[in-house]
């Protein structure tokens, strides 16, 4: 990077992409701003030539791309119930239950679920999203940014640094404590409209401030007022953070009001379907450009066409007639004259074609739903009366296809998010030995359990019995089986809730420690599944009802080996039971809880399993 300043920085980067053009190909030239701009004009329904024609008529828009977009909207949802953690080893199932405990306590307290919807929108209606995650005041915030906020790289989003242009108002940008208010002070004495990224002015509102946040890897000189040649060369993630104020028509005065190093990238990018040589993916409105304007080319010519249907047109050898409105209660009653000594008639201006006109609306609708793998199944409209049932369902599967793959790669840009920011966020603030009480499903109940109840009540037994003996009472020694039994009974008071505390295993014995020191790089050592919900309902309630016929068909009677490996093979296909649960079922029943003085024990994490 040459020697110029984090202001030129941005200057460059603007210039060149909204007046930049990427060669994708000897005959693919794309723009990445104009390919935003033109998505942003059709989801609004907006024509980008203007809403009237050359001679001022009113030109319609039929929009196909809203429909779209909802249907990769729905079909690639994702909701907060859908992540789920699980171990990748026996040793990490307590940090698996407790990394599952304090993400969904995040999610709920954040609003993680509005950061789903809003990240599944913008990902169905551009093919990609951008994402970012900031810490403040202790809490850490996740959004998604509109790409008409945004200046990056259109081939590769990680090349350059990040650029997003954000409005503030007095009141807003003054709250910013690390931000210079001397500078924040001149730029409250200058402010200005809200512009878009071309300079046009979003609305009359003068009370905001434009800002430019810069992130990337640049070079340390621009964190030093005098740097040497060394720091060109040395880089590091930075953020910046800066603002212009016009002097006059082309000079401008910059100013900094904060620049340091950071840990990490806040921004992310998603897609649904990432595009080789782009930045930006190909999502539901861009696959429709072409649909989108022959439809709108077509209404246009059959409205033109009813329109001019429904005039009056004269024709009249008479001259002196020439332009006179005969008939006031039409809207037009023009007449022409063409000849001489020829009797006034009507002119045959009823068109013949609008049949043609709609078959052809009709091929380009048709296209528009192979492109988009929208068929009229998925889009809720009744298939014809002849249509065979197995047709509309082979035809629905193939459609719901390429959304598997897209909430595939939604569930990996998920799982990063996960990895890379809320989880280590999640870890700073546990830095303490508090007990946690987890609510839990019934498997995981049988799970923890079966792990937990019998080292517990073989370490309370073998403490009582060397008590026993160093107190002189050599018999009866206590049975684990027993103490077991009333682990059991003071966690049936409990119900589906399970406390958990901080403890690991050193040198064999039971240490307190914090959870941040508990859960150290749980992010990489558990497994993170995301699930889509869209589910066939009607499907896993027969799975489960021929799973539970399939069982109560046995009487009592123990599965062969044969039967077992394939039954088991069954529900892995299906997904609907994991064998691994329905195994668990079979623990011993708890016993009804009685009366003594023995305090509910708390669920350890420990490193290893004895």
Request: aromatic fraction near 8%; glycine fraction near 4%.
């Amino acid at each position: 990077m040459n020697k110029i300043s984090v202001p030129e920085i941005v200057t460059k980067a603007k210039q060149n992409y909204l007046y930049g053009t990427t060669k994708l190909g000897d005959y693919v030239n794309f723009s990445m701003h104009d390919t935003v701009e033109k998505i942003t004009a059709y989801i609004n329904s907006k024509h980008t030539t203007g809403d009237k024609d050359s001679l001022g008529r009113e030109k319609p828009y039929f929009n196909i791309t809203s429909a779209a977009s909802n249907i990769w909207y729905r079909a690639t949802d994702l909701d907060r119930k859908d992540v789920v953690i699980k171990p990748d080893s026996v040793g990490n199932t307590f940090g698996a239950f407790m990394a599952t405990v304090l993400l969904q306590e995040w999610m709920k307290k954040e609003r993680f679920g509005v950061f789903l919807n809003l990240w599944g929108r913008a990902l169905a209606q551009y093919g990609s999203a951008v994402v970012k995650f900031v810490e403040k005041d202790g809490k850490l915030k996740p959004s998604v940014i509109p790409w008409n906020r945004l200046i990056v790289d259109p081939v590769d989003f990680e090349a350059l640094p990040t650029i997003e242009k954000i409005y503030m108002t007095p009141a807003q940008i003054r709250k910013v404590e690390h931000y210079d208010q001397e500078i924040v002070d001149k730029l409250c004495d200058n402010l200005s409209t809200r512009k878009t990224q071309q300079g046009s002015e979003i609305d009359n509102q003068g009370e905001f401030i434009e800002l430019y946040e810069v992130h990337g890897e640049l070079p340390d000189a621009l964190l030093k007022e005098k740097p040497s040649d060394k720091d060109w060369t040395n880089y590091s993630q930075q953020i910046h953070v800066i603002s212009f104020i016009q002097d006059s028509s082309t000079d401008y005065k910059d100013f900094c009001l904060y620049k340091g190093k950071e840990k990490k990238h806040p921004y992310m990018i998603t897609h649904l379907i990432e595009e080789d040589g782009r930045t930006l993916s190909i999502g539901a409105v861009e696959s429709l450009f072409d649909a989108q304007w022959m439809q709108n080319h077509t209404m246009k010519n059959m409205k033109d066409t009813l329109d001019l249907a429904s005039k009056l047109v004269f024709q009249t050898s008479d001259a002196n007639f020439l332009g006179r409105n005969v008939l006031s209660a039409i809207e037009t009653g023009d007449i022409l004259t063409h000849a001489l000594n020829q009797p006034l008639t009507q002119v045959n201006n009823s068109k013949l074609d609008i049949t043609a006109l709609q078959n052809f609306s009709n091929q380009w609708k048709i296209m528009a739903q192979e492109l988009t793998s929208t068929p009229d199944a998925l889009r809720g409209t009744n298939p014809p009366a002849t249509t065979p049932l197995g047709t509309t369902q082979i035809v629905t599967s193939q459609g719901l296809s390429l959304f598997e793959i897209m909430v595939e790669n939604k569930g990996l840009a998920l799982e990063d998010m996960l990895r890379i920011h809320i989880i280590p966020h999640l870890k700073t603030k546990m830095n303490n030995d508090k007990e946690i009480l987890a609510v839990l499903e019934d498997h995981n109940i049988q799970k923890i359990d079966s792990m937990y109840i019998p080292n517990q009540a073989i370490r309370q037994s073998n403490k009582k019995n060397i008590e026993d003996i160093l107190n002189g009472q050599i018999e009866g020694f206590t049975n684990p089986d027993v103490e077991a039994n009333s682990i059991r009974q003071e966690f049936s008071k409990l119900g589906n809730a399970r406390p958990f505390a901080p403890v690991v295993l050193k040198d064999g014995k039971e240490v307190r420690v914090t959870w941040k020191e508990a859960l150290k790089d749980i992010e990489w050592d558990v497994e993170i599944q995301i699930t889509s919900e869209n589910k066939d309902k009607a499907a896993v309630l027969q799975t489960l009802s021929t799973t539970l016929q399939t069982i109560a068909g046995f009487a009592g009677r123990p599965m062969s080996p044969d039967e077992r490996l394939v039954f088991r093979h069954l529900l892995e296909e299906t997904g609907v039971v994991s064998p691994l649960e329905l195994s668990l079922t079979g623990e011993a029943s708890v016993a009804t809880p009685t009366q003594n003085n023995m305090s509910t024990p708390s669920v350890k994490v420990p490193q290893t399993v004895q």
